[in-house]
């Protein structure tokens, strides 16, 4: 059973009745990873503060004039950087939310990056020398890339267009994996993984190309992966909206991480949940059965 309630600081939370008195501040609250924190926070029993800047809790990364309110009286915080951990206003905010944080008393700091970014390197820096309680996530590709964002539209017609070369193998991660492996981290009474980087895989390495197959048959339409040359991708991702600013550094991102470097699994989310993470064909299956890709 959840309510809602109004602090003073005219936030509002949404509280589960369970008897876990751990508040925590979801950022991103509206998108693929935090949507999923929020609601596993929220069926653990933690009190969740759902943020970003249309949630619940008002909070604007570019703005810190909102971190105050969304903080204040938390115990710990999920840390989602829209758009990229690794562009270059990431490493600067991260680094002022996580000390004003520490300042309030808001120390388990949990911190969604990504695997083999080296672009994200200085976010997660500027996180550790905050002087908080912090784990990292380095997240693989998600799932949820094939069922939520700028390439939703594409996956439902019969052609993917992306910068991934044929052959090249992810080990693609389901979001509710990150979010449960995030909740039970923030959940750790002991600091348990606190100053621990999580490198968080999925059970297998798949193609684009495979990943799309098992969408065309769990949709049970016919379609097919074209891998477009990295210098050739700017003109996609200005057409998805992305602004001009962002593509060079999208375009040199892409450029070192679809190079193979992820091609490999880990066994922390299975460390952290004891079960293993789930595999692309159930998101696929439970996906097209929702009516994702109709
Ligand atoms: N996609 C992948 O496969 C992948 C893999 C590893 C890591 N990552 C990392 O995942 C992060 C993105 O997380 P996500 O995919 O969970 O989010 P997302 O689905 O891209 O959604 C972005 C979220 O951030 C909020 N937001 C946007 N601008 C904001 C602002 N200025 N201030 C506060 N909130 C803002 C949005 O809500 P509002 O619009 O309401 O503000 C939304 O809740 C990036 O750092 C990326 O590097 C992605």
């Given at each position: 059973m959840t309510e809602t309630k109004n602090t003073t600081q005219q936030t509002q939370q949404t509280q589960n009745t369970a008897q876990d008195t751990t508040t925590v501040l979801v950022t991103g609250a509206t998108g693929r990873t935090g949507r999923r924190v929020a609601e596993a926070a929220g069926a653990a029993g933690l009190t969740v503060r759902a943020a970003s800047r249309s949630g619940a809790v008002r909070f604007d990364w570019?703005?810190?004039?909102?971190w105050d309110a969304a903080l204040r009286g938390a115990d710990g915080a999920y840390l989602a950087f829209p758009s990229d951990i690794g562009a270059p206003d990431a490493a600067p905010a991260v680094g002022a939310l996580a000390r004003r944080a520490v300042e309030l008393g808001v120390r388990r700091l949990v911190l969604l990056s990504a695997r083999?970014?080296?672009?994200a390197l200085p976010a997660e820096e500027a996180l550790r020398a905050s002087g908080a309680d912090w784990t990292v996530l380095r997240c693989a590709?998600?799932?949820?890339n094939f069922s939520e964002g700028p390439l939703l539209d594409q996956v439902r017609g019969p052609e993917l267009a992306f910068a991934a070369p044929d052959g090249l193998r992810e080990p693609f991660l389901d979001a509710r994996d990150i979010a449960e492996v995030a909740v039970r981290v923030l959940r750790e009474p002991t600091g348990r993984y606190a100053g621990e980087v999580l490198d968080l895989t999925g059970p297998e390495l798949l193609t684009w190309g495979e990943a799309l197959t098992a969408i065309a048959a769990a949709a049970g339409t016919p379609k097919r992966y074209v891998a477009v040359p990295v210098r050739d991708y700017g003109g996609a991702l200005l057409e998805f909206g992305v602004p001009q600013e962002e593509v060079g550094f999208l375009m040199e991102l892409f450029g070192t991480l679809l190079d193979g470097r992820n091609a490999s699994l880990t066994g922390d989310v299975e460390r952290v949940l004891g079960r293993a993470p789930r595999p692309f064909t159930s998101f696929a299956a439970e996906a097209a059965a929702a009516g994702t890709w109709k």
């Amino acid at each position: 059973m959840t309510e809602t309630k109004n602090t003073t600081q005219q936030t509002q939370q949404t509280q589960n009745t369970a008897q876990d008195t751990t508040t925590v501040l979801v950022t991103g609250a509206t998108g693929r990873t935090g949507r999923r924190v929020a609601e596993a926070a929220g069926a653990a029993g933690l009190t969740v503060r759902a943020a970003s800047r249309s949630g619940a809790v008002r909070f604007d990364w570019a703005d810190p004039g909102t971190w105050d309110a969304a903080l204040r009286g938390a115990d710990g915080a999920y840390l989602a950087f829209p758009s990229d951990i690794g562009a270059p206003d990431a490493a600067p905010a991260v680094g002022a939310l996580a000390r004003r944080a520490v300042e309030l008393g808001v120390r388990r700091l949990v911190l969604l990056s990504a695997r083999g970014e080296d672009q994200a390197l200085p976010a997660e820096e500027a996180l550790r020398a905050s002087g908080a309680d912090w784990t990292v996530l380095r997240c693989a590709w998600f799932h949820q890339n094939f069922s939520e964002g700028p390439l939703l539209d594409q996956v439902r017609g019969p052609e993917l267009a992306f910068a991934a070369p044929d052959g090249l193998r992810e080990p693609f991660l389901d979001a509710r994996d990150i979010a449960e492996v995030a909740v039970r981290v923030l959940r750790e009474p002991t600091g348990r993984y606190a100053g621990e980087v999580l490198d968080l895989t999925g059970p297998e390495l798949l193609t684009w190309g495979e990943a799309l197959t098992a969408i065309a048959a769990a949709a049970g339409t016919p379609k097919r992966y074209v891998a477009v040359p990295v210098r050739d991708y700017g003109g996609a991702l200005l057409e998805f909206g992305v602004p001009q600013e962002e593509v060079g550094f999208l375009m040199e991102l892409f450029g070192t991480l679809l190079d193979g470097r992820n091609a490999s699994l880990t066994g922390d989310v299975e460390r952290v949940l004891g079960r293993a993470p789930r595999p692309f064909t159930s998101f696929a299956a439970e996906a097209a059965a929702a009516g994702t890709w109709k």
